[in-house]
């Protein structure tokens, strides 16, 4: 009965009704201002995949550009514009938001902490030139203090009493209503006069511009720039721009660092986790910027791990937490990104030392389901955290060769970092940096990249402990490498030209050999005639004894410990002097063993 009632009261009446109408209207526009977020977010990844010609081509020739620019991200514009070319951006630039303007001077105006007066006229000029008008607006809306600030440091105000002759200031001054007077500054550019003159240009047009604009405002601008206490406006502007910049994950350089704070594994677990609460339909609205998650080219454990999530939602979530550590990392890094190529290294870092953080958390649980034990982990805990985790392994690597190194053998010595060649220069000091780095010896190109799997910190580790243990021996021999001065030691000819005079009934010190007696030792070297020659196992015996006796050792531990190592020498010598004849041995190209150079007369 009741029920019937309150369906005539609602069939007849008009205000139900439209509230009815108005809450199905405001479900369409909901629906359809999400399908156009949706479709300016399919173009702008794609625009983002383009090379810079097609992309700029793309963006103007879209229907609606004004729309489709102000839906990049702050940080993907910006490394848009550079792709494409400042110059060639001036219209992008014109069509943008003021947020992503004040985006680009927040990174562009300071040089860590101090204010970049070169960089801000560049993009002063930039802005000026996109749309004047609209960039005199900005400033004398949004931007007063800090365009006042640039003025201050720029210009220098005089203003004529009305009885005071024109005549009575320096010559170059100018004025546009001869009351206020403005000269140039010199001093501030002693040392970058290459940008003086687009300087003086940009601040000609500027003033101008501004006087026409509202002469009044022009004066109170020119007014309120003489007053200025520079040190207060300076620290103001900084503090601003960082509470905006922090936003995105660029945080001040002292909180930065701490990504770089070791995490134990054991702790892991005790960290807060990340609140799981899906996107309200606001936040869908808001751009999430692609640049970073784009280069995630790498088939490593987290990018696999992130292809497992379906949800839209989520992924955003993680696109954005991405691309605010990638902000931390280059914070903390106090580096200056533009280039896509200078992002990609920070992608690959972060995205290397995540995986390794993952492989490390998940290492003792065997295979099975990893995959999806690493995606819940993504999911569940802040990717600060597990970056931390996966960074932890490096520092740690670094710890050790720094303690070792303090009280190594080659260090009472005064032995440089070169006594272990190449190789061990270059893994040694790859960890002695002070942000450690792997030694990659050119095999992708590059001497030193950052780590990027669990495999690269345990080759690492298992070469360190070689070349620590290999010193460990030496220190046991009681023989002392200051003997040599002139030559170019390394722990290779310091060993083999021991055992080779030893061997030869020489005296037990660390002297070159005659050429004579190095073509006697190197002629019972060698197993058979047939090249490339092996050497002789009674020889490698005979070495590995030689070492056990003069180092205290049994020689099952040396095998144990330095073996390795010991066995890549021999298959060195092998490799280089394997099909030498003794009459063809030369001095100058023997550098395994500790041979004297021929005096000719």
Request: proline share 3%; glycine share 4%.
């Amino acid at each position: 009965m009741f029920s019937d009632f309150r369906g005539k009261i609602r069939k007849h009446n008009p205000t139900y009704e439209f509230g009815k109408n108005q809450t199905f209207m405001n479900d369409y526009q909901d629906r359809q201002i999400a399908e156009r977020i949706r479709e300016l977010r399919v173009k702008r990844k794609e625009i983002l995949s383009m090379s810079p010609e097609k992309a700029l081509d793309t963006i103007l020739d879209y229907p609606q550009t004004a729309a489709l620019i102000h839906s990049f991200a702050d940080e993907d514009f910006y490394f848009l514009i550079h792709d494409i070319g400042l110059d060639d951006s001036v219209e992008l630039l014109s069509l943008a938001s003021e947020q992503q303007w004040e985006y680009i001077m927040d990174i562009e105006a300071w040089d860590k902490d101090r204010f970049s007066l070169d960089s801000v006229t560049k993009w002063f000029d930039l802005l000026l030139k996109a749309d004047a008008s609209r960039f005199i607006r900005w400033f004398l809306q949004e931007k007063t203090e800090f365009v006042e600030y640039y003025l201050f440091k720029n210009i220098e105000v005089l203003i004529r009493e009305h009885d005071q002759d024109p005549s009575d200031f320096p010559d170059d001054v100018f004025t546009f209503d001869d009351i206020f007077y403005v000269r140039f500054r010199e001093d501030v550019y002693d040392s970058e006069l290459k940008n003086k003159d687009q300087r003086d240009q940009f601040l000609s047009d500027f003033l101008e511009r501004l006087a026409d604009y509202d002469h009044v405002t022009y004066q109170s601008v020119l007014f309120e720039t003489s007053t200025i206490t520079p040190a207060e406006s300076e620290e103001e502007n900084y503090r601003l721009r960082n509470v905006r910049l922090a936003e995105k994950g660029f945080m001040p350089f002292d909180e930065a660092v701490a990504v770089y704070q070791p995490l134990k594994i054991k702790d892991f677990g005790k960290q807060t986790k990340r609140l799981s609460a899906r996107l309200d339909s606001s936040n869908t609205f808001l751009p999430v910027p692609f640049y970073s998650t784009g280069m995630l080219k790498e088939d490593n454990l987290f990018t696999r791990s992130l292809s497992l999530i379906d949800t839209d939602e989520i992924l955003q979530q993680m696109q954005a937490e991405f691309a605010a550590l990638c902000n931390q990392v280059i914070a903390a890094d106090q580096k200056a990104i533009r280039e896509r190529e200078e992002l990609r290294q920070v992608v690959k870092k972060v995205c290397g030392y995540l995986s390794i953080g993952l492989e490390r958390l998940t290492e003792e649980q065997g295979l099975r389901d990893v995959l999806n034990r690493t995606a819940a982990l993504i999911q569940q805990y802040p990717l600060s955290h597990i970056f931390r985790v996966g960074f932890g392994a490096a520092l740690e690597l670094k710890w050790s060769a720094e303690k070792w190194q303090k009280s190594a053998w080659f260090t009472e010595e005064k032995l440089p970092l070169s006594f272990w060649s190449e190789e061990g220069m270059g893994l040694i000091g790859g960890l002695l940096l002070k942000k450690s780095m792997c030694f990659d010896n050119y095999k992708t190109g590059v001497i030193y990249r950052e780590f990027a799997s669990v495999k690269d910190i345990r080759e690492s580790e298992t070469a360190l402990a070689e070349f620590m243990a290999l010193d460990h021996l030496f220190s046991l021999t009681a023989i002392s490498a200051g003997t040599v001065s002139g030559l170019f030691l390394t722990y290779k000819n310091f060993l083999l030209t021991l055992w080779m005079r030893h061997f030869l009934g020489l005296t037990e010190e660390l002297l070159p050999v005659t050429l004579e007696d190095f073509s006697r030792f190197f002629a019972l070297l060698w197993e058979g005639e047939s090249k490339p020659r092996k050497i002789k196992l009674s020889m490698k015996d005979s070495f590995l004894n030689w070492l056990s006796e003069k180092s205290g050792k049994d020689p099952y531990e040396i095998t144990q410990s330095v073996g390795q190592i010991l066995e890549r020498l021999f298959d060195e010598i092998e490799s280089e002097y394997g099909e030498v004849s003794v009459r063809h041995l030369d001095p100058k190209h023997i550098y395994l063993f500790l041979v004297k150079l021929c005096v000719c007369q």
